[in-house]
């Protein structure tokens, strides 16, 4: 499996921008589709977005869309959740994950490896 570490999270102001990273190390990075899921306590986590190896499939949730942009870099095995016109409905743990199986996926189940989470606070 691949190990994975966001970083990126923090407090901002509604309207304002944070880009999110997740940095993948242990095995062949391109070999894995990624995926940025959110969670508030008490909901279940929510997908984001979703990225093929090469990044040329993207998926977004209809919530972000517009707002958030998933990409990522194979040579330095980093995806990126870049996050514009920020809400205080955004506001939630981002956790990356990673899916070794060839194909989008919005469910939890379906990811192999989680990061640890970061925090994204958005004040009104």
């Known amino acids: 499996q691949v190990q994975l570490v966001e970083s990126g999270g923090g407090l901002v102001q509604a309207g304002g921008s944070l880009r999110l990273s997740c940095a993948a190390s242990?095995?062949?990075?391109?070999?894995?589709?990624m995926g940025w899921f959110r969670q508030v306590p008490g909901k279940e986590r929510e997908c984001v977005a979703t990225?093929?190896?090469?990044?040329?499939?993207?998926y977004y949730a209809d919530s972000v869309k517009g707002r958030f942009t998933i990409s990522r870099d194979n040579a330095k095995n980093t995806a990126y959740l870049q996050m514009n016109s920020l809400t205080p409905e955004d506001t939630a743990v981002y956790y990356c994950?990673?899916?070794?199986?060839?194909?989008?996926?919005?469910?939890?189940?379906?990811?192999?490896?989680w990061g640890q989470g970061t925090q994204v606070t958005v004040s009104s």
């Open positions: 242990g095995r062949t990075f391109s070999n894995y589709y």
């Open positions: 990225i093929s190896w090469s990044g040329s499939t993207t």
């Open positions: 994950a990673s899916r070794i199986r060839a194909s989008l996926a919005t469910s939890e189940n379906e990811y192999d490896s």
